[in-house]
């Protein structure tokens, strides 16, 4: 193939990127019909469910609170450190005296890593996390734990609404994976024994800042 094909076969597809629309289309569903209400809270009734499917979430008033529970996981977890891709992130929690490694020597043996999410699925318990993010694919399903870091305002409640969220703030430019995760991997193919960590991380661990 000459390089003048090449370059138009590009610029073709560069112009139906930049023509196409979202991909997502949220239709209006009375979610009362489908879904249990969330209650009593959001931030209480993603914590239930997600530890309902072996997840952990650890609710945390404010920043400094968040670092003394990081700490004190690390110390239960015996992690020296962790394995974090996300700059903002890394000078956070660095600041903070906590422990960080981004080396590629270290990754293949790294103990956990934290990274952020999108949204947070409240009546399911899932963590909606893309490609977009800082820290890439490889650290949502590597790491034996993975840590999530969030916030309460990427709480809703049901998972259209998480869907409605991300076509609002990403457009027509909507990263290329899009994927919820809901508890720990796991997998029952073996005799029918439900088994933790096979395809993924074998602990999922979600530190939520109310504030």
Do not use: W
């Amino acid at each position: 193939m000459s390089d003048k094909s090449r370059q138009e076969i590009l610029n073709k597809i560069a112009a139906v990127r930049h023509r196409r629309t979202a991909a997502i289309s949220v239709q209006a569903i009375n979610n009362k019909y489908i879904y249990k209400p969330v209650l009593p809270d959001a931030v209480t009734c993603f914590k239930t469910e997600l530890e309902a499917i072996s997840g952990r979430c650890i609710v945390c008033e404010n920043k400094s609170d968040l670092f003394d529970k990081l700490k004190i996981f690390m110390g239960e977890k015996q992690l020296s450190a962790l394995y974090c891709r996300d700059n903002a992130i890394r000078k956070m929690l660095t600041g903070n005296d906590i422990a960080i490694t981004n080396l590629e020597s270290d990754f293949e043996d790294m103990q956990a890593g934290i990274t952020s999410c999108e949204f947070l699925v409240a009546r399911t318990g899932s963590v909606l996390v893309t490609s977009a993010g800082a820290s890439g694919r490889q650290m949502n399903v590597f790491p034996p734990i993975h840590i999530i870091l969030a916030n309460a305002n990427q709480l809703v409640d049901y998972p259209e609404d998480a869907l409605k969220a991300m076509v609002q703030k990403y457009g027509n430019q909507l990263p290329s994976a899009i994927t919820a995760i809901t508890g720990p991997s796991r997998t029952a193919d073996i005799e029918k024994t439900l088994v933790l960590g096979a395809h993924g991380p074998k602990e999922l661990v979600v530190f939520l800042l109310k504030i």
